[in-house]
């Protein structure tokens, strides 16, 4: 007879602690979509929630309008991602001020990509903090921030090497940074193989990985493909002949997702992010699956 898997009871370990992100609505029918994905997810009290900056600045005053709404009105901790793309320094820090005044205690420090564009060349703005090191400086001189930055185990596109891109994150960590989420990956041992690269260079901080559950396998690629993400071909023959089939590629994508953080646990890791696309299912199956289970909430999202 075959022998069976052994696993641990979730109980005969360390909680698991999830974080989820959410990128600022564009429209009143997005802006439902995005509260039903938050309410739905509020009562596993994640660790904290993030909402994203749009490309060049372009959604400043949404993510600031989604994060005080969910300051006003829930009881997540929400933490509002922030670039240097196309602002001054003085408009950064006046974003951080209204922050600071809000009741918002956590900025995700970015760069940002190319102005142009993902593959063009950086051009800080000429008055604008220059890299994510100068602004988590920045936001440091403003007030006393909790500070999570990137990571990238496939190293960024525009890195020489990931030896360069550990230095760049240990330079993050000397301004002030005191976790890291990854760029998504597919291969565990991609992530496994870099943390052991950045444990070695003395970093200490969480390196938390970031997961998408694949909506779209054919837009996931092609993001994959300009940051520098690799995508298996084990990972494209799961989703092959699903374009027309959202169903089954629906339960193809919780198969997968689940399969990835459940090898991680495995492996040690306690702490996720999910890029949720602003939906929910897949995001609370899989967390259902990781052991966390709703809790009543103390106030209402
Ligand atoms: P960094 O880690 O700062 O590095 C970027 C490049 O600059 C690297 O090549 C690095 O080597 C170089 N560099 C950095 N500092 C220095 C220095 N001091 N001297 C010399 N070279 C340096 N983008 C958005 O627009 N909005 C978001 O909300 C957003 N959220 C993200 C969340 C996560 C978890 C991740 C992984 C990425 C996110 N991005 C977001 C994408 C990110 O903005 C791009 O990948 C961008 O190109 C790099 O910004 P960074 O802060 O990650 O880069």
Redesign the pocket.
């Known amino acids: 007879m075959e022998k069976s898997i052994t696993r641990l009871p979730q109980t005969d370990r360390a909680p698991i602690r999830a974080s989820f992100e959410f990128f600022p609505p564009k429209t009143a029918e997005m802006e439902q979509t995005l509260w039903h994905a938050i309410e739905r997810l509020a009562p596993l009290q994640p660790n904290f929630v993030s909402v994203?900056?749009?490309?060049g600045g372009s959604t400043r005053e949404r993510t600031h309008a989604t994060v005080e709404r969910l300051v006003r009105e829930t009881d997540l901790r929400p933490a509002a991602?922030l670039?240097c793309?196309a602002a001054s320094r003085d408009e950064v820090d006046d974003v951080v001020r209204k922050y600071r005044e809000a009741g918002v205690h956590h900025i995700?420090?970015?760069?940002?990509?190319p102005p142009a564009g993902?593959g063009t060349a950086?051009e800080p703005h000429p008055q604008g903090y220059a890299?994510?090191?100068a602004l988590i400086e920045g936001i440091r001189r403003i007030g006393d921030f909790e500070i999570t930055?990137?990571?990238?185990p496939e190293k960024?596109p525009?890195?020489a090497s990931i030896d360069?891109?550990i230095d760049?994150?240990k330079?993050?960590i000397d301004a002030g940074a005191t976790r890291a989420?990854?760029?998504f990956f597919f291969d565990n041992q991609v992530y496994l193989r870099y943390l052991e690269r950045v444990r070695a260079k003395g970093v200490n901080i969480p390196i938390v990985p970031?997961i998408v559950p694949v909506q779209n396998f054919k837009q996931t690629a092609s993001f994959a493909r300009k940051?520098g993400a690799s995508v298996p071909q084990w990972l494209a023959e799961r989703f092959e002949g699903l374009d027309d089939d959202v169903d089954t590629r629906r339960l193809v994508a919780a198969a997968v997702a689940a399969e990835q953080v459940i090898d991680l646990t495995e492996r040690g890791v306690r702490d996720f992010?999910f890029y949720t696309m602003n939906k929910a299912d897949l995001v609370f199956a899989i967390c259902h699956l990781l052991g966390l289970r709703a809790k009543p909430e103390r106030k209402a999202a």
Do not use: F, M, P
Not at 108 to 113: K, T
Not at 149 to 152: C, E, L, P, T
């Open positions: 994203t900056y749009g490309a991602h670039t793309v995700v420090a970015l760069r940002g990509d993902i950086y890299t994510s090191t930055v990137s990571a990238y960024h525009e890195s360069a891109d760049v994150l330079a993050k989420i990854t760029q970031g940051t992010h």
